[in-house]
């Protein structure tokens, strides 16, 4: 199947002459999205994520996750407790994932050799060819990644990051309410891990890192960035350095998560 790729401008008030400025959006024929639909609708029945993810989930929304954040900094700042909160910032994730990796975690979650096979298949002779300014470029094949804008790449970019935000869960480390693992919270590839204290925060970005790197992933450390939600009588000003893939993490006293701030 061939679909035409799109290069979509991300921030108008930024620089146009800026590549990174841009966000791919394949645009897949009428019978490619019936396609995509009719697999997305059979993946749906197998994939079971983990309820930190929050992105692209039926009955779950941002404002699903930003509930989830505000109540677990309160529930510790009540009890006079800061929470240290790193915010991550994934690097092209979506364009990123190892497909070979992907068909195994499907068939891990026990999703039919068959419905795997098709994916398979379908993503091994897809051909794309950009366009720009009224004009295509040569076709090529992807090597890597899902579909930036297909209906199925959200359920299968969910299953690729699943893993870790169960191990995370895991570690029992971190912020905790009533036995109840919150030291991370995903919507799709924002994460926000949360711990009362630095040290288990940094065991926490260890996993992040020791995962990205098994996956192809990668962490922009410059829009990744440190909060700390203060507690009345036991609010540290000075903290030692949290560092991700050895680089200290900004500091910040507000951040926009999911659009809020």
Not at 136 to 149: A, I, K, T
Request: hydrophobic letters at 40%; charged letters at 20%.
């Amino acid at each position: 199947m061939d679909n035409v790729v799109v290069p979509v401008v991300k921030n108008k008030t930024g620089d146009i002459a800026d590549k990174g400025n841009y966000r791919p959006i394949a645009l897949a024929t009428v019978l490619g999205k019936v396609f995509d639909g009719l697999l997305d609708r059979q993946l749906s029945g197998y994939i079971k994520l983990n309820d930190a993810q929050f992105g692209f989930r039926r009955n779950v929304s941002t404002e699903s996750a930003i509930l989830a954040l505000k109540q677990t900094v309160k529930y510790y700042t009540d009890r006079k407790t800061p929470v240290y909160a790193a915010f991550l910032d994934l690097s092209k994730a979506f364009d990123l994932v190892c497909c070979e990796q992907l068909w195994t975690k499907l068939r891990d979650l026990n999703v039919p050799p068959e419905l795997v096979n098709i994916l398979r298949f379908w993503y091994s002779s897809q051909t794309n060819r950009v366009k720009w300014a009224g004009a295509f470029s040569d076709p090529y094949h992807l090597e890597c990644g899902v579909r930036q804008g297909g209906l199925t790449s959200p359920s299968l970019f969910n299953v690729y990051i699943d893993q870790l935000i169960d191990g995370l869960r895991r570690t029992g480390i971190g912020c905790s309410i009533d036995g109840t693992m919150v030291n991370n919270l995903s919507y799709a590839d924002d994460m926000v891990l949360l711990s009362p204290s630095i040290s288990a925060l940094r065991k926490l970005l260890k996993m992040c890192e020791s995962y990205a790197e098994s996956h192809g992933l990668m962490y922009n450390v410059k829009k990744s960035e440190l909060l700390v939600f203060k507690s009345k009588g036991n609010s540290p000003d000075d903290i030692p350095p949290v560092t991700l893939n050895g680089v200290p993490l900004k500091r910040v006293t507000e951040f926009k998560y999911l659009g809020h701030i």
